[in-house]
């Protein structure tokens, strides 16, 4: 408890020193991750630009907002014309486009949260890098690639970070902020200090596999898979398990399905490609094969599990 207020103290304190630095944010991607920085960006009082490729991508995203803020304003108030006000401000602060390298020409913080795959998060970069003004930082919230293969793509690798954040976003109260060799000590300050404006306790890291918190994590969940294919236990049972004898909140099946086991998939595939040697990044085969059945946890209705509609 010492340690958190700690946490929250330094937080606070460096959140009042620097957040002004960033006032307005570009989020590229507008998927679970994407909507959900847009979301908490708008809570606290930044104008947000949520950018996708199409208007069905950033209309659905507009929508699981407001659902999600509805549900952060019942829970912080009481009174329901103030409820009613927190709602329609935090949504009036997000804009949408379907055009990136237009959405950043005024921007302080650019977000990205697209497709985890390298070469399309480069594109992509390069592109904005042309296009920003020269004081805006770039921050991918990648779960699996190295953040300075992504900053090779442009010339501003010094204020160039990752801002790793949690699903679900509004809820998960950790931001990781990710430095690369190249990453300037005032753009860690001013990352750090806007994760604090969010309400997130930050933690810093360095661009190593997974960050902290998927490091540990993502072996953890293919070796609950690994259990349920050598037959060792039930993934009810295990559930069970993690839950009850480790008081998870979620067991690893629960937790997979609702990470999206396309994306775990992803990061199994790009790490067990990176790092062959390492047995606990190895591909599981039924990941492998629930992706390719169209079982993507939650979203598609089925997973491990299957969901109501
Ligand atoms: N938006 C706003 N509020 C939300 C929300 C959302 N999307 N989802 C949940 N909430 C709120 C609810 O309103 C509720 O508030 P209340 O306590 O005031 O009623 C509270 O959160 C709890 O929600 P529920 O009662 O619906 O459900 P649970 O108690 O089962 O909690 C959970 C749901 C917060 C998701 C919890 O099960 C949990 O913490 N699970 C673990 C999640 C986790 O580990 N995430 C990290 C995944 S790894 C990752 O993201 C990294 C990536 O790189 C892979």
């Known amino acids: 408890m ?102 950043v020409g005024s921007t302080d913080l650019v977000v990205e949260a697209i497709v985890e795959n390298l070469e399309v998060k480069k594109k992509l970069f390069s592109e904005l890098d042309k296009a920003a003004p020269s004081h805006t930082m770039f921050a991918s919230n990648t779960s699996s690639l190295p953040i300075a293969k992504i900053a090779e793509a442009t010339s501003r690798k010094d204020r160039f970070g990752g801002l790793h954040f949690f699903n679900p976003v509004p809820v998960m109260k950790l931001l990781e902020v990710v430095r690369i060799p190249e990453t300037s000590q005032a753009t860690m300050d001013a990352m750090t200090a806007w994760g604090a404006a969010l309400g997130k306790i930050t933690v810093q890291c360095k661009d190593t596999p997974g960050f902290i918190v998927n490091y540990l994590l993502v072996p953890y969940l293919l070796s609950a898979i690994r259990l349920i294919e050598r037959g060792d236990a039930t993934m009810e049972d295990i559930d069970t398990a993690m839950k009850l004898g480790a008081s998870y909140p979620m067991g690893p099946f629960e937790l997979l399905d609702f990470i999206g086991l396309d994306t775990m998939k992803l990061v199994n595939k790009a790490w067990s490609t990176d790092y062959p040697e390492e047995q606990a990044f190895q591909m599981v085969p039924t990941l492998v094969k629930l992706v390719e059945e169209g079982k993507l946890g939650r979203k598609s209705g089925e997973g491990f599990y299957r969901y109501r509609k």
Do not use: C, P, W
């Not at 209309?59 to 907002?65: E, G, H, L, Y």
């Open 2 to 103: 010492v340690f958190y207020s700690f946490l929250t103290t330094r937080s606070l304190s460096l959140s009042s020193a620097m957040a002004s630095k960033i006032k307005h944010v570009t989020v590229i991607g507008s998927g679970l991750m994407g909507s959900g920085i847009a979301q908490v960006a708008a809570q606290t009082g930044h104008t947000v630009t949520m950018v996708d490729v199409d208007v069905v991508a950033v209309d659905k995203a507009q929508k699981r907002i407001e659902n999600s803020v509805q549900r952060v304003a019942k829970k912080k108030y009481g009174d329901e014309e103030e409820a009613s006000k927190f709602i329609s401000d935090t949504l009036g602060r997000i804009t949408t486009s379907v055009d990136a390298v237009t959405a």
